[in-house]
């Protein structure tokens, strides 16, 4: 079963909208919000690189009223991490306001940045025909949704969660699909509902009533726009049923809760508990829990600005001292491991030595993809007779009009630039972020295009 999606690209500039309003009400009212409660206290400013760099929330809603376009762009330069609303104490949602500001600039027509490119590649093969699939046999109620990350570098621990969750949930089906999160972060907001909305009418037409998520930001997807589905974590479903095989160690290590998951009690409580059974003593951080910081890769700001993401995990690094690192979100450990010895709470789970040691089994990108591919034929076999899907369907995103030969020829002269700048000394100037956001852009072909440069 297949249900198209019904997407309308929205106009740049809506009707009645002049250069001196904004074409969303919601943008207008938050902006009177924020300049009413604002009292420029400075407690978010101290704790923000990003405001640090533009100013008050205050000052920056002061300076978009009356429809001025200049600086929308400057909105990707958020992480959307909700710190600064954490620490705010009358209120103010400055987070809002600047994904409000990315809603905005789409509709604008301003907010096709290329730095987006490869995050937005890299969303739209996860919802492609090549790397989905909805796994749902007769009378499954309850679905394991892993997210991309999580699939591409631990494929392995996908199929061992797979396993020891259905051994509590016989009719247990798994999808493996993108929550388009990326879209919706970056402003794509019409685009977002429709595709997320598709895969949530699909489940729910299956009778899913429950959806169990090992990423982070599916979590929070799922939360927000998923009602009535029901969604929980698998590390709330391990600390409850102890289904994994117990492991002891020894040690002391610190937690990052990703930035998306501040106010969720529950979940924070859940991994603490699993990292405690396991033997291992936690010392907090400052910036945990409600006041957690941003690994780096919140709003996909490591692409326009990679300084500022490199800022949070120097932050980051200077509170977790010499102590490992545990977080839930493979994500953040792609963010962290760059500088400190970070650690998924399922990689110590299933292998907690070789974690501890640095020697877990885990894909790097841009294997990452294969990675994929190898999991999901792994799925198709594991659930034979069950209800199957690829998603065929990605909505009326924009295309870059490439054939696949003209992306190889762009790739190999792009390939030989690199080379030249090596050669010359200078591939010290190529960021790390954009270089690997390009190379991931390539999907299969990716690790090819890796071994090149």
């Not at 598709?198 to 997807?221: D, F, H, I």
Request: with cysteine; net charge positive.
């Amino acid at each position: 079963m297949t249900l198209k999606i019904k997407f309308r690209r929205p106009k740049e500039i809506k009707e009645g909208c002049t250069p001196e309003t904004w074409a969303r009400r919601e943008l207008q009212e938050i902006l009177r919000a924020i300049e009413a409660d604002c009292t420029e206290c400075g407690l978010c400013v101290k704790r923000c690189v990003f405001l640090q760099r533009y100013g008050t929330p205050k000052a920056i809603a002061s300076s978009r009223h009356g429809g001025n376009i200049r600086g929308l762009v400057e909105a990707f330069e958020c992480s959307l991490c909700g710190l600064c609303q954490a620490v705010c104490p009358f209120g103010v949602r400055p987070s809002e306001l600047f994904l409000e500001l990315r809603r905005e600039a789409v509709l604008r027509g301003v907010a096709n940045l290329p730095e987006h490119r490869g995050l937005l590649a890299y969303e739209r093969k996860g919802t492609s025909r090549r790397y989905s699939l909805y796994a749902i046999p007769d009378g499954c109620t309850t679905v394991f949704f892993p997210g991309c990350t999580f699939a591409g570098t631990r494929s392995e621990a996908v199929l061992a969660i797979q396993e020891h969750v259905h051994r509590i949930i016989p009719n247990l089906g798994v999808v493996l699909d993108c929550c388009t999160k990326p879209s919706h972060d970056l402003g794509r907001h019409a685009y977002f509902l429709a595709m997320f909305g598709e895969m949530k009418n699909y489940l729910m037409a299956q009778g899913v009533s429950t959806v169990l998520v090992a990423c982070p930001n599916c979590y929070k997807v799922f939360r927000r726009y998923g009602a009535p589905l029901q969604v929980r974590t698998i590390y709330e479903v391990f600390a409850e049923d102890r289904a994994l095989p117990q492991v002891h160690l020894k040690g002391t290590v610190t937690i990052h809760d990703p930035c998306v998951m501040r106010d969720e009690a529950a979940v924070q409580k859940a991994v603490r508990t699993l990292v405690d059974t396991a033997g291992l003593e936690v010392e907090e951080m400052p910036g945990s829990r409600q006041r957690t910081l941003c690994c780096g890769e919140g709003g996909g700001v490591g692409s326009v600005a990679p300084e500022l993401a490199r800022q949070w995990r120097v932050e980051r690094r200077e509170q977790a001292g010499k102590r490992p690192v545990v977080t839930y979100c493979a994500g953040c450990v792609g963010q962290l491991r760059r500088t400190m010895n970070a650690i998924h709470i399922m990689d110590l789970l299933l292998d907690g030595d070789a974690a501890l040691a640095g020697r877990a089994r885990v894909s790097r990108s841009p294997f990452t993809y294969w990675k994929r591919l190898r999991l999901k034929e792994t799925l198709r076999r594991r659930y034979t007779g069950a209800h199957l899907r690829e998603r065929t369907d990605q909505g009326e995103a924009p295309k870059s009009g490439f054939s696949w030969w003209k992306s190889l020829v762009l790739a190999a002269v792009l390939t030989v630039a690199v080379f030249g700048l090596h050669a010359v000394e200078l591939s010290r100037y190529l960021e790390r972020d954009i270089l690997e956001a390009w190379i991931e852009s390539y999907g299969a072909l990716a690790p090819l295009i890796y071994m090149l440069v």
